[in-house]
């Protein structure tokens, strides 16, 4: 069945280091996939997105890696400051006859420490 | 950036009232979706409607559950009998139209069923 799970349910990086969050996703006829930063009380905010086909995208601050062989996908925030604080979630979009809805992931919680 | 506005952001029942949930619809967007966040849990699919029908719904979307868009106005979601376990966060979720458009979420109505 379609699931996409993260691989830490945590994490907390010092301000100013990098950080990298981990998902794993298991549905092969996915083929956009996006990532989602939730603060408390509020709706998912999209961060960035990428296609399968392509392996990297970069925004600012932020890059997402996708690796299709072992269906993971990864986002890396650079130079983590305090509003980076948040749940993230990733989430897969498969393409079946043309119907379209987001699966998203467990969400890990991102705690950037002073 | 448009913004999706739900409302109300908050909406305390009781057990077997009928609540509606409202979404105002950004313009020309064309697909809706409904999604549930259970209190520390994922969000979850309920249903997708675009073309006043609905396209996809998951099996959380109950006899209980409806949707509707009369005359182009705010996309509702409909609670006939509401149950202690209905309580989450609902978000709308819209997309622009076919193709690998972003999908941009409400800030969410928060039901509580007493």
């Known amino acids: 069945g379609e699931s996409v799970g993260l691989h830490l349910p945590t994490l907390s990086v010092q301000e100013g280091d990098n950080s990298i969050i981990n998902c794993a996703y298991s549905?092969?006829?996915?083929?956009?996939f996006i990532w989602y930063k939730q603060e408390s009380g509020k709706g998912p905010q999209f961060i960035i997105d990428i296609r399968s086909n392509m392996d990297k995208r970069q925004g600012q601050r932020v890059t997402v890696l996708l690796n299709k062989t072992v269906k993971h996908l990864s986002l890396q925030i650079a130079a983590t400051q305090p509003g980076d604080s948040a749940v993230y979630f990733c989430?897969?979009?498969?393409?079946?006859?043309?119907?379209?809805?987001?699966?998203f992931g467990q969400g890990t919680r991102l705690t950037i420490n002073p | 950036e448009p913004e999706v506005t739900q409302t109300p952001s908050h909406q305390v029942t009781q057990m077997g009232q009928e609540v509606i949930l409202r979404c105002v619809p950004i313009s020309n967007h064309l697909y809706f979706y409904w999604y549930r966040q259970i209190l520390g849990q994922k969000v979850e699919f309920l249903v997708s409607?675009?073309?006043?029908?609905?396209?996809?719904k998951s099996e959380i979307f109950d006899d209980q559950f409806s949707v509707e868009r009369p005359d182009g106005s705010n996309f509702t979601l409909k609670i006939r009998s509401t149950k202690l376990e209905d309580s989450a966060m609902y978000f709308c979720a819209q997309r622009q139209g076919e193709g690998y458009y972003g999908y941009t979420f409400g800030s969410g109505t928060r039901l509580t069923v007493v």
């Open positions: 549905n092969s006829a996915s083929d956009y």
């Open positions: 409607f675009y073309n006043n029908e609905i396209s996809e």
């Open positions: 989430a897969e979009n498969p393409i079946i006859q043309g119907a379209q809805k987001l699966v």
